[in-house]
């Protein structure tokens, strides 16, 4: 590993580079006018992975943005099989007046490195690259089995790679999924993670009546969908942050006694997170700590709404049609469908006869949670410990990743999250960031990962 570890130091710059050249591409997947910069990005990894000696590199379309596949199965039948997992699509990059340079020119300020998907996920995608370039540039050879697969549409809910992996079963067999796309603790608090939030999106179109009106005319005669809808808002959840939604609570696992003493251990500062962000109070379900509230337990959050005049100056109207949208985080073992329907059904219920409304799914996924007591996760925390010199902590995450369910489900293999991002590195806001030195030590870490996984029977 020594000759690795060397190889890997010595190559910091021109990892830098390559990685500036992969943040250049504007592969925001929601957009529709950014499907060729997508498909650009794609082809940049295929030659990136041939580039470094991966085999049976290829780009599959899909239904949506293609999804690039690479492996290198040369260690032999008694070694794992470990399957890469990462995307290579972007968040917009709105409100870009807000970023100090631009999000697709990365620059180095500082420890860190700016740019759109720069933690989220290309950094990662990338560390996992280097990690592999750096064994068969060394040693011609990896110590296990090695599948990779680089989506381009995980940051809209994954929707086109379910139907991949199932097509695409034996292809992606594997004994275990390896996934970088969460953040670390904090600063020097390397960490795996156990479980993420799922997720159910719903849109809400209220209708009042056939046009807009002049609010002098009709106001007072007709309700207006901007105040109704602002009503169905204001009954989804209590000022205690309980959410109203009959049943919406039934299917939650109970906390462990072990998990709620283990998440007491983790420092965490109320008042510091507060002056972070700028806010006075904090405000989350009653009776759970912050982190608790963050990790374990599900939220109901508006994340538009729209509708009316929003122009400058005064315009007197009474609109025909109000939207919002509104996500809801979930947990084990909460079903997005089932909430889907529960969400509809409370909201058909609370809706004033004055206007119409129509609900809308918009994407799902499903909550996961992941046995820390098993071989693969002790090989993860056997390789944080040499290569940041620090044990990892165990942690939940508030965000999704959808497909991690998708690939317990059809491969049957367990997930190791090992994530390399900090979690105020900016994901989805702008000035998005990665500290250079975590994408280091994550090159390291990977690279003996892959070490300690040999170790490991099949
Ligand atoms: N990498 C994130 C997931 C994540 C966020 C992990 C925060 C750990 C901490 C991923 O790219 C993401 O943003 N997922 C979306 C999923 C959604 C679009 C279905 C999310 O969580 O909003
Ligand atoms: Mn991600
Ligand atoms: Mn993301």
Redesign the pocket.
Known sequence: MKEIINFIDSSKERYIDELIKFLAYPSISTNPENKKDVEECALFIKQHLESIGMENVKVYPTKGHPVVYADWLHAGSGKPVVLIYG?YDVQPVDPLDLWTSPPFAAEIRGENIYARGSA??KGQVMIHMKAIEAHLKKNKSLPVNVKLIIEGE????SINLEDFIAEHKNLLKADVVVIS???MYDKDFPAISYA?RG?CYMQIEVTGPNRDLHSGQYGGAVDNPINALANIIAKLKDDKGRILIDGFYDDILPRGKIEKENIEKLPFDDIKYKKSLEVDELFGEDGYSTLERLWTRPTLDCNGIWGGFTGDGAKTVLPAKAYAKISMRLVPNQQPDKIEKLFTEYVKKITPKTVKVSINGL?H?KPAITPIESKWIRAAFDSIRQGFGKEPVFIR??????IVVTFQELLKAPAVLL?FGLPDEN??SPDEHMNLNNFHKGIITASIFYNELAKLNN
């Open positions: 995307h989220d996920d995980e940051e809209i809910g796309d969460t953040a993420l997720l994407h996924g995450e508030g965000g999704s990743i959808p994530g994901a989805h």
